[in-house]
């Protein structure tokens, strides 16, 4: 005989609001019999529930083991409710939330789900091709919404009011639809148009707009297209002649266009697709996941000087009527002109992309928070994230143990590939991308979204964390804020915070032993005032120790050598002690002939005397130098680490096994001048360019390795952290990695963030939250 047990008081935590949790909690007692309510509090989701022993037992072990497919459960935690207290209501409720009460976040946007997908393809369906169909599982959240609850009401679908058959879906708990704050048809939800700018036939509306839009990209025209976090440009990426004329009205010459393809089977065609990298393409995600080009072409200008390509999936139903009509791989890229943030409203994208765009697919659906496409590879073995947004962004991230009971915390980020992160009750919510501060735009936006953020999660900050540097705009800003709030504001050192941030995606407890850090990057504020980026750091969550570095090198024109790479040749080159000799010796070869048409008397007095030359221990330079070296954008570069991407390519393509360049160590530096001896040497005996770049890598790796290994030897360390936008080089990343695991060592990459700048926020609030007070 069975027993009927007692009752059973149940709290969930994690991402279970707006997920469609409560009705799948309401199905699972349904089906089983059990007696009692469900809702939702403002730390998550709590269950009453009564039922016979086997059966209860059974219903528990499915509320710890499985979730509706957009939720993210932290904890379940199980109570008896004790017998006399309460008597088992008839029948399982869905209570509706005391609405003060629900500040739990918001979940990320979701790619549509296969069964929104079948419904669109079905032509029985009353949702056949309606382009905004979505369900409790798939479809905008975050990007749509305004304020909390998450309630229609609070969502740009404010405007459109459910007809009375979905009204009729939103209020049955059994359907898939119930509670879909998003729920549309095409009776009553958004509509979609084209506008193409040509006389009497300008404006296309409905399905029409779709096929429409189909048959320009076909024909080579470059299209606005309206998704969920912006807009996108797209044209045919088999047809080189809009790709490059994409590029030129676009003014963006170098970086790789993103690409979508109809399905993972297209993507096949033209890249090596990993069973990680396909699961991360078809995941709720849906992200821009990196692959490496192989199979048919696509045009040149696609991604130029790379051996990879950028595919995602179609994420919205209008992506997946689209796709089905094109029926080939298109260019996807945001849509913005160089720079800037990439538009949102209609009328922007009018305005903004008028030159660019010929025609618009726009539909009147309103985003009410910009966010990128996420990208994502595969790098030693895991899934790395190298842009961090849409899909991803805000779903908190659980931090270790020890962080639940620390002051609430809001870190500012960095300048470049900007992020910012409010920690609370013992999660971090790092936003979105932001993209580059120095764009005035941007910067707006950032501001923006900080406003945003700490409306949606009712934040208040106990303590303010930014990075040293005082010129970034977003440190200038986190003091303003602390002074207004008259809260401390804590700075961060740039590279302890890279080291930091990934100790706590990775669950390393709070009094965790110290690790050696090696943050390899383009620059960042050093705790002597100098620009560093080249770093071996004692570190732990509190404090870090610079034991070790990358000699440091000048950057003759400050700022400008990031973005013209022969600077760093020659200061590099100008650094070693045999430069002189060296310009006699090898004069001859096409770098001194170059380097020569430059003012260098002028240069050499700049280097000598210091003057707008800082010395930097920078890891980016030094690809840049090397990179300039061998012939690879010499002059001038769009994008910080544009060279290094190139050099990186260059070497994936030896096969072979190389000798790598010798690099010295002098005390607690590597030093350069022995592999600049080497690399001349090769250059005079016309080494093939690609060789050269495979021994740089080798050497570096080498070098970084055995000195990071030393280095935990000394300290009785077992574990190195890798971090730095130099580590989203997959030939050094790997190889380091490798060498390190050979030697016994722990070996720490980010994942969850990216390994560049658009990670530290998070270092910042964990390293501030513990040095408060
Ligand atoms: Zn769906
Ligand atoms: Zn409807």
């Known amino acids: 005989m069975n027993r009927r047990s007692a009752g059973v008081h149940v709290r969930v935590q994690g991402v279970v609001q707006g997920v469609g949790y409560r009705p799948w909690v309401w199905q699972l007692a349904n089906c089983r019999g059990i007696r009692g309510s469900v809702w939702n509090d403002g730390r998550g989701v709590v269950i009453e529930a009564w039922g016979e022993e086997d059966v209860m037992a059974d219903f528990l072990v499915a509320l710890r083991h499985q979730a509706p497919p957009l939720a993210a459960v932290e904890s379940v935690r199980i109570d008896s409710l004790s017998s006399d207290c309460q008597t088992p209501p008839v029948g399982f409720h869905i209570l509706s939330s005391n609405e003060d009460e629900v500040h739990t976040g918001i979940a990320a946007d979701a790619a549509t789900c296969p069964a929104c997908i079948a419904e669109i393809f079905d032509a029985e369906n009353r949702r056949h091709r309606y382009p905004f169909t979505n369900c409790t599982h798939c479809g905008p959240r975050f990007s749509i919404v305004r304020a909390i609850p998450w309630d229609r009401g609070n969502t740009s679908m404010a405007g459109f009011s459910m007809c009375r058959r979905c009204a009729r879906e939103y209020g049955d708990p059994a359907d898939r639809r119930f509670h879909a704050q998003p729920n549309a048809c095409p009776q009553c939800g958004p509509r979609v148009w084209l506008e193409t700018g040509d006389e009497g ?87 821009v996941v990196i692959f490496p080009a192989r199979g048919r072409r696509l045009a040149e200008s696609v991604a130029p000087g790379q051996d990879t390509l950028g595919f ?154 930014v990075d040293a540097h005082p010129d970034y705009l977003s440190t200038k800003w986190g003091w303003r804020l602390a002074r207004e709030k008259g809260i401390p504001c804590i700075e961060v050192q740039h590279h302890h915070a890279h080291a930091t941030a990934c100790l706590a995606e990775t669950g390393k407890a709070v009094d965790s032993e110290p690790a050696i850090a090696v943050v390899l990057d383009g620059l960042g504020y050093g705790s002597d005032g100098m620009p560093w980026g080249g770093e071996f750091l004692l570190a732990d969550y509190r404090e870090s120790r610079r034991l070790a570095r990358f000699h440091p090198v000048a950057l003759p024109g400050g700022n400008r050598a990031a973005r013209e790479p022969w600077r760093n040749a020659l200061a590099h080159l100008h650094a070693c002690p045999q430069w002189k000799y060296w310009r006699v010796r090898y004069g001859k070869l096409d770098l001194l002939a170059f380097l020569e048409q430059k003012p260098l008397a002028a240069l050499e007095r700049m280097l000598e005397k210091g003057i707008n030359s ?38 994936q393509r030896v096969t072979e096994p ?43 790796a080498g070098a970084v390795s055995d000195l990071a290994a030393d280095l935990c030897h000394e300290n009785r360390v077992a574990t190195v952290i890798l971090s730095g936008g130099v580590f989203q080089n997959r030939l050094l990343l790997e190889m380091v990695d490798r060498q390190l695991g050979e030697k016994g060592l722990q070996v720490l990459i980010p994942e969850k963030l990216p390994a560049n700048d658009g990670g530290i926020s998070l270092g910042q609030a964990v390293t501030a939250a513990l040095n408060n007070g």
């Not at 590939?417 to 991308?433: E, I, N, P, R, T």
């Not at 330079?621 to 390519?649: H, K, N, S």
């Not at 030093?671 to 080494?687: H, N, S």
């Open 658 to 700: 190389v000798s790598g360049y010798p690099v010295a160590r002098e005390g607690r530096e590597l030093m350069w001048p022995t592999m600049w001896q080497a690399l001349l040497d090769d250059l005079e005996r016309g080494t093939e360019v690609a060789l050269m770049a495979a021994r740089f890598h080798r050497g570096l």
């Open 614 to 651: 800082p010395l930097a221990s920078s890891a980016g330079r030094l690809f840049d130098a090397v990179a300039a070296a061998l012939g690879i954008d010499r002059e001038q570069v769009d994008f910080e680490g544009q060279a290094a991407l190139r050099l990186e390519t260059l070497a």
């Open 201 to 287: 036939s300008g404006l296309v509306a409905g399905i029409d707009a779709i096929k429409h839009a189909a048959s320009l990209l076909e024909e080579g025209r470059i299209v606005a297209i309206k998704g969920i976090g912006g807009m996108h440009l797209a044209c045919d990426a088999g047809n080189e002649g809009a790709v490059r004329r994409l590029r030129s009205r676009k003014l963006r010459h170098h970086k790789a266009f993103a690409l979508m393809a109809r399905d993972i089977a297209m993507v096949r065609e033209h890249a090596g697709v990993e069973a990680i990298g396909e699961a991360a393409l078809c995941s709720p995600v849906a992200p």
């Open 312 to 465: 995602m999936l179609p994420y919205t139903p209008l992506h997946h009527l689209l796709m089905a009509e094109v029926n080939r791989p298109l260019i996807m890229t945001s849509g913005n002109r160089s720079d800037e943030p990439q538009c949102t409203e209609n009328d922007e994208a009018r305005k903004r992309l008028a030159g660019i765009a010929d025609a618009f697919l726009l539909h009147d659906r309103d985003i009410v928070t910009r966010v990128d496409d996420s990208v994502q590879r595969v790098m030693a073995g895991r899934l790395r994230t190298l842009r961090r947004a849409r899909g991803i962004a805000p779903s908190p991230l659980a931090l270790p143990e020890g962080f639940r009971d620390v002051p609430r915390v809001l870190a500012m980020g960095g300048e470049l590939k900007s992020s910012f992160c409010l920690l609370m009750d013992g999660k971090a919510v790092v936003s979105q991308h932001l993209g580059d501060l120095e764009d005035a735009a941007s910067f707006a936006e950032y501001r923006r979204m900080l406003m945003h953020y700490i409306g949606l999660y009712d934040f208040v900050p106990e303590v303010i964390a």
